[in-house]
């Protein structure tokens, strides 16, 4: 290949990385204790639609996302994710988990999980102990540990 080639390839791909920077992100709405499912019409532009006001904080809109999915799921229209919007964030219920991302297009983050008995937790709330053993524990010392003197 030579240079020139080279140069307008390089000038060609960095032109369409610059158009991609410029597409519009999807923004969820700013609006103080208001949370808001997400539909997706046919027309394209998703819709934001108030689930439910006066809500104290993403924990309880998460909840609320999360609610709106199993009645969802009780009448049959549920998709495989629903999602959902508070203050400005992302918010995705499933059958066993909500995450949560600041950009809709951005990574997801495990944000409340089902625990047992239908209830929503922090991830890494419910820590299952083991129970004590009732004698003496023997540890086995490995061969390969070095020498001291």
């Known amino acids: 290949m030579n240079w020139k080639l080279m140069a307008m390839m390089a000038f060609a791909a960095t032109a369409g990385l610059g158009l991609a920077a410029c597409e519009q992100r999807l923004k969820a709405p700013f609006e ?40 969802r799921l009780a009448t049959g229209t549920a998709g495989e994710v629903t999602e959902g919007s508070y203050g400005g964030s992302f918010l995705w219920a499933n059958n066993r988990e909500v995450r949560y991302s600041q950009h809709y297009e951005g990574p997801r983050m495990p944000f409340l999980v089902r ?30 540990l070095p020498k001291t003197n």
């Open 32 to 71: 103080a204790g208001t949370c808001f499912s997400i539909g997706h019409p046919a027309s394209g532009e998703p819709k934001f639609n108030v689930v439910a006001r006066d809500v104290p904080s993403l924990e309880h809109c998460a909840v609320h996302i999360y609610n709106l999915r199993q009645t």
């Open 115 to 144: 625990a047992p008995g239908n209830r929503l937790v922090q991830p890494g709330a419910i820590v299952v102990e083991d129970t004590a053993p009732s004698g003496p524990v023997t540890v086995e010392m490995p061969d390969n």
